[in-house]
């Protein structure tokens, strides 16, 4: 009897273990109830999952993230500074929806508005902050749909800078991914979007942010979450474990609970399965090689490269180097001339390459030059 309690425990163990397994290593669409939706690792930008990721849809206040990222780009190249006074225009105050009742001429500092957009999804601070920069919310609006071009976002078109439904405001989950990952370069968002509750106005106003995550979900760092009756209720949450971060976007949810279920899913599935490994081509041995008819016989060489790689948890063991270089070269060498690869192999498929090059400079042999030399080494003497 007693063997037989302890087959049936140790059988039972046996499930629970394959049916965590499961759990973590494989994610169907099926358990995500949302209709669009993308997870990736925003250092490469590698899609982990997705389901209808291209699919155009409304996104609310989603669209705060581009408007974020433009207000950290002006600060960053000096064009505006936290501390600069923003004044509401009438504009501003006429926004409705999520706000913090901006006055006419009321003013407050961009650190105080972008607080009040990043936490409270204020838009009429949102739209304070794009007329501040740009003069005019349509001047800004012009810039958030040039900088997403650049970004690739090739199925985005923004109409406004809150995300206030609109007709042909859209955008995707893959596109909103890209736009989140390049918010997140600028690390100083995470002192905003990490904000549970604070006040403005001196203490007067609280303030509370509406990512709920930030309560339940160990790791997570932001960003943005959105709901309009267009586009339902969305998020791109951002998390960082283990030197993993990865960006989560969820468009068209039914209920704000069923937006963060499925973020956190996603987030947990790449937690489980996933790791960047950083590749650096520097530690490659290389030293010289030879030079054919040069002033000097031999030439420096280097390859200079890194590269992060987004890899199934515990691959890394698999990753193979290959150096091919040439035995020798011919002169004249330039600095900077390829002469041969490192190249990186995950499982025999190439992962990453990068060139192996010279590092001086090496002329042919000639009489003059060798003329030259020995009159030097006779002045030296």
């Not at 849809?57 to 923003?86: H, N, P, Q, W």
């Not at 902050?129 to 997403?148: I, K, Q, Y």
Request: with cysteine; aromatic share 6%; proline share 1%.
């Amino acid at each position: 009897m007693f063997i037989k309690r302890c087959l049936s425990i140790a059988l039972l163990c046996v499930l629970l273990v394959s049916s965590f397994v499961v759990k973590t290593s494989a994610l169907s669409e099926e358990e995500l109830g949302s209709p669009s939706v993308v997870l990736m690792e925003p250092s490469t930008n590698k899609i982990l999952f997705e389901k209808n990721a291209n699919e155009q849809r409304a996104c609310a206040s989603i669209t705060k993230v581009m408007t974020l990222l433009l207000v950290f780009e002006a600060i960053e190249d000096g064009k505006i500074d936290y501390t600069d006074i923003v004044t509401t225009s009438e504009h501003a105050k006429s926004m409705g929806g999520s706000d913090i009742w901006l006055e006419v001429g009321e003013q407050m500092t961009v650190d105080e508005m972008i607080k009040a957009t990043a936490v409270a999804s204020a838009n009429d601070a949102a739209v304070a902050l794009a007329e501040h920069l740009c003069g005019s919310e349509s001047d800004f609006v012009a810039l958030m749909n040039d900088r997403a071009k650049e970004l690739g976002m090739k199925n985005t078109v923004f109409k406004n800078c809150n995300g206030l439904d609109e007709d042909g405001h859209l955008t995707t989950a893959y596109d909103v991914a890209l736009m989140s990952a390049e918010l997140i370069k600028h690390e100083k968002i995470f002192d905003y979007t990490t904000i549970w509750l604070d006040t403005l106005r001196g203490g007067e106003t609280q303030i509370v942010n509406t990512n709920k995550l930030l309560k339940s979900y160990d790791g997570i760092t932001g960003l943005k979450t959105g709901t309009t009756g267009d586009a339902g209720s969305c998020i791109s949450a951002t998390a960082t474990r283990n030197n993993l971060s990865l960006v989560a976007v969820v468009l068209g949810s039914s209920t704000g609970t069923e937006r963060f279920k499925d973020a956190a899913t996603l987030l947990d599935y790449g937690f489980a399965n996933y790791e960047v490994l950083k590749i650096d081509a520097n530690s490659a041995e290389l030293t010289e090689i030879n030079v054919k008819g040069g002033m000097q016989q031999t030439v420096p060489i280097m390859c200079d490269g890194l590269k992060n790689l987004v890899i199934k948890k515990g691959g890394s063991k698999n990753i193979e180097q290959k150096v091919d270089v040439k035995e020798e070269v011919e002169a004249k060498v330039n600095k900077g001339d390829k002469v041969g690869t490192v190249t990186y192999t995950l499982d025999g498929e190439t992962v990453a390459q990068f060139d192996v090059v010279t590092k001086e400079k090496v002329d042919k042999i000639s009489f003059t030059a060798v003329f030259c030399e020995l009159m030097n080494a006779l002045v030296a003497l």
